[in-house]
């Protein structure tokens, strides 16, 4: 039986992912106050990697306080909180799935989360009691205006994130993704739309980039042999901002300044009408794909994958290298074994998936 790409092994840097199905990072804001891994985390995602996930990446943890989504966001600004993390990737591992961790910086979303637009600091600036920063005094719509990050703050960032993909290594994760998606600290940077800045870190295309190549250098230096992702938003799909084809120029900087894998979101920086439906933001991937050919950077798609067939065939055609499922594997943590079996293969049996697992699969 051939085996589907979907179940190939992703070799990613000296690590190997068992097949090509990715946790996306989720947040679900269950940490204790102090950003502390809980037990639920250890249930959440050893569920997921233990569901036959190759590749387990734990939702959008803060390098700072004021990073923070919420005021109960995991975080990797603190020694203390390494230890947590520690075994959230113990349990990981323990099913064979490679781990990852986001580490992001919210900026002017920050404080805000999604379920409360009208809480925080969407009014005040104060939701969990800090203040908003980012690039420019620009607010998201209908949230606090943040106060513009200065010179020597933003250059502290680079070493914030530093740290932060330090502790993480030492917690024992083989991946690090940088967040400069979805509006928060890196991808403001990075959007004229939010980046109206006119010193080094704005101003231009290179200014704006700025930031972000200098955190992956640096974040490179910290994770030694990990693997160092970072997932992008590649359009703002509002005119002005971001583009597909400019997201494309900068991913063989990217990979330059020592990025490993690219996961290709997009959106969350303005509000704007977004053409939802399956597979929509394949072609951006696909897009970065092409402009790091020359370096074979492995590239991950995301966004509403219905089925098996779906992910096997943007595998196939060359489109990706990976496919994250997100909101289905919050209901289904076993997605990837009954999307195996959907393509009529048993190949996870080989992928260390407990035997009493298959007999579920079997009847389910
Ligand atoms: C509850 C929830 C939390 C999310 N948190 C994050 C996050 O921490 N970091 C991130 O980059 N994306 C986050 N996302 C976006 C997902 O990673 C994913 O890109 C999105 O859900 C689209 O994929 P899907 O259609 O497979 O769900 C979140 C999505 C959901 C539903």
Redesign the pocket.
């Known amino acids: 039986m051939v085996t589907p790409r979907l179940l190939e092994s992703l070799p990613l840097r000296e690590r190997i992912a068992r097949n090509r199905l990715w946790l996306?990072?989720?947040?679900?804001y269950s940490a204790a106050e102090d950003g502390v891994v809980t037990p639920w985390h250890v249930v959440h995602y050893g569920a997921r990697a233990a569901g036959g996930f190759g590749t387990v990446v734990v939702?959008?943890t803060a390098v700072s306080p004021r990073g923070r989504?919420s005021p109960r966001d995991l975080g990797l600004w603190e020694d203390a909180q390494v230890a947590g993390h520690s075994r959230l990737v113990e349990a990981i591992h323990a099913s064979g799935s490679l781990a990852g961790v986001?580490l992001?910086h919210g900026g002017r979303k920050a404080g805000t989360p999604?379920w409360r637009p009208d809480a925080v600091g969407a009014r005040q600036g104060t939701l969990a009691g800090w203040d908003l920063v980012a690039p420019s005094a620009l607010a998201y719509p209908g949230h606090a205006t943040p106060r513009e990050l200065d010179l020597t703050e933003v250059r502290a960032l680079v070493e914030t994130f530093a740290q932060a993909a330090g502790r993480a290594v030492a917690a024992g994760y083989d991946l690090v993704?940088l967040?400069g998606?979805?509006g928060y600290l890196l991808h403001e940077f990075l959007s004229p739309l939010s980046n109206h800045r006119t010193d080094a870190y704005g101003g231009t295309t290179a200014g704006r980039r700025r930031l972000v190549l200098e955190v992956v250098e640096a974040v490179r230096e910290a994770v030694g042999d990990a693997v160092l992702g970072i997932?992008l938003s590649a359009t703002d799909w509002t005119a002005g901002g971001l583009t597909g084809e400019q997201t494309a120029e900068l991913a063989p900087l990217l990979v330059g300044a020592g990025a490993d894998v690219l996961?290709v979101?997009t959106g969350g920086n303005v509000p704007a009408k977004v053409p939802v439906a399956p597979g929509y933001?394949v072609p951006f991937a696909a897009r970065v794909r092409d402009a790091v050919a020359a370096t074979a950077t492995p590239v991950v798609t995301?966004?509403?994958?219905r089925s098996a067939t779906q992910a096997e065939q943007i595998l196939v055609t060359g489109q990706a290298d990976a496919v994250?499922?997100?909101?289905?594997?919050?209901l289904d943590p076993s997605l990837p074994l009954r999307w195996a079996r959907d393509l009529g293969t048993e190949g996870w049996q080989a992928q260390g998936v407990p035997v009493p697992y298959w007999r579920g699969v079997w009847a389910s």
């Open positions: 996306p990072p989720m947040c679900t939702e959008a989504l986001q992001g999604p993704e967040h998606a979805h997932r996961h979101s933001q995301v966004g509403v994958m994250a499922v997100g909101r289905p594997a919050l």
